[in-house]
């Protein structure tokens, strides 16, 4: 019958595509932008202050790639690195994320968490992304305890739920964040309030860029927020609908926002598509990883 040719066919290319998609996980890419956001004089003519933002490493015990790719991210001679969570996807994974973040954790550094350093990741309900609806989390405790230690040990500045400033070189930092507001973990009300006014550049942390929680950082005159947890969409269509490749995005953010540089009301926002996935969606469809350096220049430049 001919019936089983075509079944052959549809099996083979549905192999195909999943061995495809799976390939795309270390297909690691850099992003760039640069934002005017620096007053004139602030740099001390020095043409740029530039932020690393790397997220949502899930990172598996071996996954040599990455650690060799996120580890040379320090060629950059980023002045800040922002990590915004979702570290791990194995109760194993700490010693290669320290592995991979090494050298940078050289660097002053900033970060907040997300649910997957909290808990360990479970198999999703690929239904509920569709219909916007959150998969319950496993709620097995991860060594994000020892993590965190590794990263203070280093200099680097725990944003969640918390206000921080310090200086790096010549620019002034006002930055706060919050715990993961996608599970609800968040209370904006413990960091409320406008940065310093001294501050020369002012930085918003979360995990998952929920508009409520953004609408407060916006308001309080924040301007740049870093997020990540939306992988970009992960499983992407090749071409733009209504303005985005994306299909879900996991969060309250819409589609045209799930990754990249965006405006949120007065405040610029970047929602890194991440450099992981969870290891039970090992998966990317026409959405790499990606890490993004972000150029601050003064404000007689140009955003691109």
């Known amino acids: ?27 690691f890419e850099l992003k760039e932008y640069t934002l005017p956001l620096l007053e004139p004089g602030t740099l001390r003519e020095e043409p740029e202050f530039r932020i690393l933002h790397v997220s949502d490493l899930h990172m598996i015990p071996g996954q040599r790639a990455k650690i060799e790719w996120v580890s040379d991210l320090d060629r950059l001679d980023p002045h800040l690195v922002v990590n915004t969570g979702d570290n791990l996807s194995d109760k194993g994974g700490v010693p290669d994320v320290l592995r991979a973040l090494g050298p940078l954790l050289s660097r002053p550094g900033m970060f907040c968490f997300g649910t997957n350093d909290y808990w360990a990741p479970r198999i999703p309900n690929p239904f509920n992304y569709l219909i916007g609806k959150k998969n319950t989390p496993s709620y097995v405790n991860l060594p994000w305890k020892g993590m965190r230690a590794a990263f203070l040990e280093h200099g680097w ?8 400033e310090f200086k790096v070189g010549d620019v ?9 507001p996608h599970h609800d973990l968040d209370d904006y009300s413990e960091i409320a309030g406008a940065p310093n006014e001294d501050a020369d550049l002012s930085l918003a942390l979360l995990h998952s860029p929920e508009p409520r929680v953004l609408e407060k950082f916006a308001a309080d005159g924040y301007q740049l927020s870093l997020s990540g947890h939306t992988h970009g969409g992960q499983l992407c269509l090749p ?14 953010i819409d589609r045209v926002r799930a990754q990249g540089l965006h405006q949120f009301g007065p405040m610029f926002m970047h ?21 993004t350096l972000l150029r601050i220049t003064e404000k007689n430049a140009s955003a691109t």
């Open 157 to 164: 500045h725990d944003a969640n739920q918390a206000r921080v």
């Open 172 to 180: 002034r930092l006002a930055a706060a964040g919050v715990d993961d």
């Open 1 to 27: 019958m001919k019936i089983f040719p075509i079944l052959g066919g549809l099996a083979a290319a549905g192999l195909g595509t999943a061995a495809w998609a799976h390939s795309e996980l270390t297909k």
């Open 239 to 252: 071409f733009k609908v209504a303005g985005s490749r994306s299909i879900v995005t996991n969060c309250g």
């Open 271 to 291: 929602v890194s598509n991440g450099l992981g996935t969870s290891k039970f969606v090992p998966f990317r469809v026409f959405c790499r990883p990606s890490a």
